[in-house]
């Protein structure tokens, strides 16, 4: 037991010694010491989750495929999952590169023929959905994919030009709007063919990873 002997604001003094009852200055020391690590622990963790492998929603593709004449396609894709948008970049054998933009949010495609100063919007149906989610599945998993000739499914599909249904380039959401700018706009609509009288004037061919490839054909119909 200690025995004081002199008194003075709160201190107790015994043989020449000072106790106070206030924590000891080095326990405030370390607990601001574990605070401090904590702090950067988090804020390091966060960063990394921010921007470690496989964080980033923009990833790239590409797929080869064999035409119905054996000639090699080659497609490179950037798929941005966050905002749900595919981009196909289309290399026809003739070494023209044509854009393809699938824009699944909005449910609009659009296509920008290599050799034209024009843009073309298709309203998404159910199967080109499906197509973009075939993209937008496989793309975190593998970055290289060719379809095998044998195994592939080919289709033709039609898209009639409407020619008095030209758009404003002002009102259409980015990223159509930087895809298409300075260049005409029109809709289309899918039909069954353009009959007889009418001619095919171009057509794309896109491949997706469900061993899927589509001839995307254009004319105007008949205004």
Not at 12 to 35: F, R
Not at 170 to 193: A, F, I, K, N, Y
Request: hydrophobic share 35%.
């Amino acid at each position: 037991m200690v025995k004081c002997w002199k008194h003075s604001g709160g201190r107790c003094m015994a043989g020449g010694s000072a106790w106070t009852h206030s924590p000891p200055k080095a326990l405030w020391m370390c607990v601001s010491a574990l605070l401090l690590l904590l702090t950067v622990a988090l804020g390091l963790a966060g960063h990394l989750a921010l921007t470690g492998p496989g964080s980033t929603s923009l990833h790239t593709m590409r797929l080869t495929a064999p035409d119905q004449t054996g000639v090699l396609l080659n497609q490179s894709a950037v798929v941005d999952l966050q905002n749900d948008l595919v981009t196909l970049s289309v290399t026809s054998a003739g070494n023209q590169t044509s854009t393809v933009l699938f824009d699944v949010k909005h449910g609009v495609i659009c296509y920008q023929p290599a050799d034209q100063d024009r843009c073309f919007l298709q309203t998404m149906e159910q199967s080109d959905y499906d197509h973009a989610d075939s993209l937008l599945n496989r793309s975190q998993h593998k970055t290289n994919i060719q379809l095998s000739g044998n195994e592939t499914q080919r289709r033709t599909e039609f898209l009639g030009v409407l020619a008095a249904s030209q758009v404003n380039v002002s009102s259409l959401d980015e990223p159509l709007r930087t895809l298409c700018q300075d260049r005409s706009v029109h809709r289309t609509r899918r039909t069954d063919g353009p009959g007889k009288q009418r001619l095919v004037y171009f057509c794309i061919d896109i491949c997706f990873p469900s061993n899927i490839c589509v001839s995307v054909c254009f004319y105007y119909l008949p205004e």
